[in-house]
Nanobody, 125 residues
Framework: QVQLQESGPGLVRPSQTLSLTCTVS??????????WNWIRQPPGKGLEWMGAIASSGSTYYRPSLKSRTSISRDTSKNQFTLQLSSVTPEDTAVYYC?????????????????WGQGTQVTVSS
C-alpha cells in the first residue's frame, strides 16, 4: 500500500519560495512505474494540477506555472519536492502530492490512485 505525506511550512511570505516535500512509503519513486504529482486547491476553487516527476526522473509542468515551478526528487529518502518561487497570496491553497499510473495533468480525483492528506499553505505578510 503506497502512502504519501506532505510536509513543509504552513506560512510563506510574498515573493519568497514555497518548498514542500512528499515522503513516499510502500513503493519506490524510481522503480514503481508511474508519475508523482503535485496538485493544489485554492480556497473556493477546484483542484489544479501543478506538475509531476516520472519514475524515470522526467519532469512536467503546468504551462502557466512553469516559470516558477521546480520538482525534484531525493531517491535516497524516497521523497520528491515542489518549489514554487515568487509566491503571491493567490498561491494560498491546500497542496497535495498524488500518484498516477499514467501521465494525467488533470484535477480529477479519479485520475490519481494515491493521495497525501494535503497541507495548507498560506501566503501572507
Amino acid at each position: 500500500q503506497v502512502q504519501l505525506q506532505e510536509s513543509g511550512p504552513g506560512l510563506v511570505r510574498p515573493s519568497q519560495t514555497l518548498s514542500l516535500t512528499c515522503t513516499v512509503s510502500g513503493g519506490s519513486i524510481t522503480t514503481y512505474y508511474g508519475y508523482w504529482n503535485w496538485i493544489r486547491q485554492p480556497p473556493g476553487k477546484g483542484l489544479e494540477w501543478m506538475g509531476a516527476i516520472a519514475s524515470s526522473g522526467s519532469t512536467y509542468y503546468r504551462p502557466s506555472l512553469k516559470s516558477r515551478t521546480s520538482i525534484s526528487r531525493d531517491t535516497s529518502k524516497n521523497q520528491f519536492t515542489l518549489q514554487l518561487s515568487s509566491v503571491t497570496p493567490e498561491d494560498t491553497a491546500v497542496y497535495y502530492c498524488a500518484r498516477s499510473d499514467l501521465f494525467k495533468a488533470t484535477g480529477w480525483v479519479r485520475d490519481y490512485g494515491y493521495w497525501g492528506q494535503g497541507t495548507q499553505v498560506t501566503v501572507s505578510s
